[in-house]
């Protein structure tokens, strides 16, 4: 049973173009969600998180947005940037310090 | 920036033989963690590690693994007598003191194989 997926394995989008990575869950009971971004021979570094209570959070060039009903959230990346060339993960956990379950990843290639 | 290192980076064991893979958290994190990722597959949770014990584990944690918290320092995953299906990318993280929504930070990870 995937609890989390990322149906899209990879995506390749021009620089300077919006990059929309997209993720399903099946558990109701997440109560956060992050992104992890992932670079060959490192591991998953931290990228952003929503609470299951906020249906959007911003940093800079990135932006969740969380819809609960549909049980989907997306990670918009704006400008998209050479650099943001990497596997994007994303991870779900409960309210207490405890797993995160991971989704399989999506391989972002930001075209110069 | 605090971070998480690994040791070996690469290691090499023959079928049958124990393997021990270490790591150091971040000093005043409390939460440790083991996933894998097995080559091209999705990044899968083995173990968490608090208050010097497991509070959870997944199904592929299974005897042949053990955790260890010897020193206060590191954190090692024991593999007692490995396969070949044991092969993968080993990944630390520690996580500090808050909810869910506390970021883990990972090491670099160990990549195993098997012989």
């Known amino acids: 049973d995937q609890q989390v997926k990322q149906n899209s394995p990879s995506l390749s989008v021009q620089e300077g173009r919006i990059s929309i990575l997209n993720c399903d869950y099946t558990n109701s009971m997440f109560d956060y969600f992050l992104w992890y971004k992932k670079y060959p021979a490192e591991g998953p570094t931290f990228l952003i998180s929503i609470s299951s209570i906020k249906d959007k959070n911003e940093d800079g060039r990135f932006t969740v947005f969380l819809n609960k009903s549909a049980k989907h959230l997306s990670l918009h990346i704006v400008p998209s940037q050479p650099g943001d060339s990497a596997v994007y993960f994303c991870a779900a956990s409960g309210i207490a310090a405890g797993k995160s379950t991971f989704g399989d990843g999506t391989t972002l290639t930001v075209k110069p | 920036e605090p971070e998480v290192t690994q040791t070996p980076s690469h290691q090499v064991t023959q079928m049958g033989q124990e393997v021990i893979l270490r790591c150091v958290p971040i000093?005043?994190?409390?939460?440790f963690y083991w996933y894998r990722q097995i080559l091209g597959q999705k990044v899968e949770f083995l173990v968490s590690?608090?208050?010097?014990?497991?509070?959870?584990k997944s199904e592929i944690f299974d005897d042949q693994f053990s955790v260890e918290r010897p020193d206060g320092s590191n954190f090692t995953l024991k593999i007692r007598s490995t396969k070949l299906e044991d092969s993968a990318m080993y990944f630390c993280?520690?996580?500090?003191?808050?909810?869910?929504?506390?970021?883990?930070?990972f090491g670099d990870g160990t990549r195993l194989s098997i012989l």
């Open positions: 590690f608090y208050n010097n014990e497991i509070s959870e």
């Open positions: 000093s005043n994190h409390l939460y």
């Open positions: 993280a520690s996580r500090g003191r808050g909810f869910g929504n506390q970021p883990q930070h």
